[in-house]
Each structure stands twice: as structure tokens, then as C-alpha cells.
């Protein structure tokens, strides 16, 4: 008798601590885990310290979050070597970073379209239009592809207004708005329609060489213009907002977050 009341009272508490693992791991993150991935290690918190500037910023709370959601960017995402042995721990973690920092305002967004991230040590050749690359984004393929040397040289100079992976997240985060799957339509259409009719004018300005922000490529077309505005507003966002508060504040709206007033 008292071995099946214990027995029964283990099979309640097993039941309970799931359920309470199952609703914390909600609360923390904001979404269902699917199969709970560990806490991101101290290995790879050091990586973070050491670094990216935009995590040690952060509070210690929202600190938390990050880690989170890196950890789970880093658990659903293939990461490929190409002309490298491996991706390292290092790369995994910091192209992650990268994703999330652009993506920290919205909890559930994974950039889930892009299955693939293809890591290259530098530029590579594409045949597609016999050109060296940096990076794209291929939404047919799902996935971002990298160059390994271009991503660190955009953080190794964090004020220059050029930020490779920042860049080529930003065209995936565009494009992951509008493909339909978990994460549809996330960004508010009045506010994102506010940033085009913005956005048109200033490309005006950089055609005519009258921009006093962006560079010359900005111009090519919407996506391009949207890409070089993520680089500027987490790289140079005093100038940004002094010279255009406008375009910044959308993109503040936009983005859920400003780099101005880390929280
Ligand atoms: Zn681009």
C-alpha cells in the first residue's frame, strides 16, 4: 500500500515538474520549445562577451533572452561549411547573434523560412553572374549564405556603416515578412507603408546625390535601400537620427527596438 501511494505520488510530481518546465520554458521565451534545447553554455556565452557589444549592453534580464534566443536560432538552423572544414562554435554563435540582434523586438521570429545558413571563409565566386560575393539571401534555397572574413570585418569596425550580416539578415527579415508560414506578416502594414513612402523619397535624394547618409548602393532599389538602413541604424544611429529622425523613428517602430535606448 504505501509503495503504489508513493508510486502514485512520483507519477503526479513527474507530471507536475513537466508541466512546469513546459509553461516556465513558454514564459522565458515567449514561445513553445520544441524539444527544450539546454541553456546556452558558458562556451558560448564567453563567445558573446567577448564579441558582441550588443549583448553586453543589454540588462541582465534581456541579457537572458538573447542567450535564449540564440540558443534556439542555433538549434533550428543547418549550419554548412563550404571550402572550410567546419563550422566552428565561434561562427554558429555569432552569425546567430547577428540574427537575433536584428530580430530582438520580435520574440517569435526566426527568420524560420531560411532552413540553411552556408558559411564560405571569404568571398566566393558565383556562377550566376561570374562575380566574387559576400553573401545573399536565396529564398528559393532557403538560405543565407555568408562570407566568413566580410561578416567579422562588419564588426570589426562597428561604426563605419557597414555591417555584412546585418545586411543580408535585414533582406531575409523582408522577405520572411512576406512569406507565408508561422511567421507571416509580422511587421504592422501602416508602419511598414510609412517606411516605403519614406523610403522612396530618400532614394530620390540618393540618385540625385543629394544623400547625406547612405551610400550609393542604398539607391539600386527598395530592398537594397532597406538592407543599408539596418547597417546605419545599429552602427551610426546618432547620425541616423539626427539627419533623418523621421526614417529612424519608423524604423524604431518598425523594428521593435532602438538602438539609441538599449532596455
Ligand atoms: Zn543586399
Redesign the pocket.
Known amino acids: 500500500m504505501q509503495d503504489s501511494s508513493d508510486v502514485i505520488f512520483l507519477a503526479i510530481l513527474s507530471v507536475v515538474v513537466i508541466i512546469l518546465t513546459g509553461v516556465s520554458g513558454k514564459v522565458n521565451m515567449g514561445f513553445q520549445v520544441p524539444g527544450f534545447p539546454r541553456p546556452l553554455s558558458a562556451k558560448r556565452k564567453e563567445i558573446l562577451k567577448k564579441h558582441f557589444p550588443y549583448y553586453s549592453q543589454l540588462s541582465p534580464n534581456r541579457r537572458k533572452r538573447f542567450e535564449q534566443k540564440v540558443q534556439y536560432f542555433i538549434y533550428v538552423k543547418d549550419f554548412i561549411p563550404r571550402q572550410i572544414p567546419t563550422v566552428t562554435e565561434e561562427m554558429k554563435v555569432l552569425i546567430s547573434a547577428c540574427a537575433v540582434q536584428l530580430t530582438f523586438g520580435y520574440p517569435k521570429v526566426f527568420l524560420s523560412h531560411f532552413k540553411r545558413i552556408l558559411v564560405y571563409p571569404d568571398n566566393y565566386y558565383s556562377t550566376i553572374n561570374n562575380t566574387f560575393h559576400k553573401g545573399e539571401v536565396n529564398p528559393r534555397l532557403r538560405t543565407i549564405v555568408l562570407s566568413w572574413k566580410a561578416f567579422v570585418e562588419g564588426y570589426i569596425h562597428p561604426k563605419d556603416g557597414r555591417n555584412l550580416g546585418l545586411?543580408?539578415m535585414a533582406?531575409a527579415l523582408r522577405l520572411e515578412n512576406l512569406i507565408l508560414n508561422t511567421e507571416y506578416s509580422f511587421f504592422d502594414e501602416a508602419v511598414l507603408q510609412q517606411w516605403q513612402s519614406m523610403a522612396d523619397l530618400e532614394m530620390q535624394n540618393i540618385s540625385s546625390g543629394k544623400s547625406r547618409m547612405f551610400r550609393d548602393?542604398a539607391g539600386t532599389d527598395s530592398?537594397?535601400f532597406f538592407?543599408?538602413a539596418i547597417e546605419n541604424f545599429f552602427e551610426r544611429p546618432e547620425k541616423f537620427k539626427s539627419l533623418m529622425p523621421n526614417l529612424y523613428g519608423i524604423l524604431v517602430l518598425l523594428l521593435k527596438q532602438d538602438p539609441l535606448n538599449p532596455v
Open positions: 545586411h543580408e533582406h548602393y530592398d537594397e538592407a543599408v
